[in-house]
């Protein structure tokens, strides 16, 4: 026999009902809202934790410098105002090739790029800090190749021309210790298969590290090269005869990614 129910009845069920579905939904999206938030803290925990990215961006910033294989040294004022030169001079053409713009670069009559004297202090105060002002102007670098500064054109002439055996850098380590950060870099060898053809050997030749000191702005400048605990092991060292009459040509090496980029673009 069937139950009869009243109106009243029957309206408070289909609230209970309604009630208990807002209740489900409710639990379901602070449900779906903790697992976001515990997503987003395992995200944000592993950006913090992981150093990948961060010695991503130094062996980007510290190429130029590598590059040169300086001494070690204390403080900038050891250093040689040639040396922040060529290594902000180098440092911006490899930030020009990064963003793509090193082809757009103006050139002079003689097709040397143009390299504004502006970009170059640019990179200076980013590498060194912004205490650090050039005073542009033409200088030899320790390969012995000559940027000439042209007044008129407020930039640097970019020599085309080979250099003898440099080096790329490999991050290995970042230790922040005395409110200093040291940067262990890894000395990649770039060596030479003909003339212009650049090689890279797979292991580090040898280490130093970088010692960086916040600014005023709170941000990491550099500020030495020291004596690393890091070695390289025998095996992986190139014997110095092997080595020493290779030559290896930044410009070539330049517009050889220039190519490879062009040739993935085309890809797409």
Do not use: C
């Amino acid at each position: 026999m069937a139950t009869l129910i009243t109106r009243e009845e029957h309206q408070r069920r289909q609230r209970r009902r309604r009630r208990q579905f807002l209740g489900i939904v409710v639990v379901i999206m602070v449900f779906l809202g903790m697992l976001h938030l515990i997503d987003t803290a395992v995200g944000i925990y592993k950006k913090v934790t992981d150093p990948t990215e961060k010695m991503k961006e130094y062996e980007s910033l510290l190429r130029s410098v590598v590059m040169y294989d300086p001494a070690y040294f204390n403080g900038l004022e050891n250093v040689s105002d040639s040396f922040i030169k060529q290594t902000s001079v180098w440092g911006t053409i490899f930030e020009l090739i990064e963003k793509g713009q090193w082809e757009s670069l103006e050139r002079s009559e003689d097709e040397r790029a143009i390299l504004p004297g502006v970009d170059v202090s640019a990179f200076a105060a980013k590498l060194y800090g912004p205490s650090v002002q050039l005073t542009h102007g033409t200088f030899t670098d320790d390969f012995g190749l000559e940027y000439v500064y042209d007044e008129s054109l407020q930039g640097y002439l970019i020599p085309v021309t080979s250099t003898e055996n440099s080096y790329s850098p490999t991050v290995v380590q970042l230790q922040n210790k005395d409110g200093k950060l040291r940067v262990s870099v890894g000395y990649i060898s770039n060596t030479s298969d003909g003339i212009t053809q650049g090689v890279t050997q797979s292991k580090p030749q040898k280490y130093a590290d970088y010692i960086f000191e916040r600014g005023l702005d709170r941000e990491w400048y550099l500020t030495g090269i020291e004596e690393s605990e890091w070695k390289a092991e025998e095996g992986d060292i190139i014997r110095q005869e092997t080595t020493a009459d290779l030559v290896y040509d930044p410009t070539g090496a330049l517009q050889q990614q220039l190519d490879e980029n062009s040739t993935l673009g085309g890809d797409k």
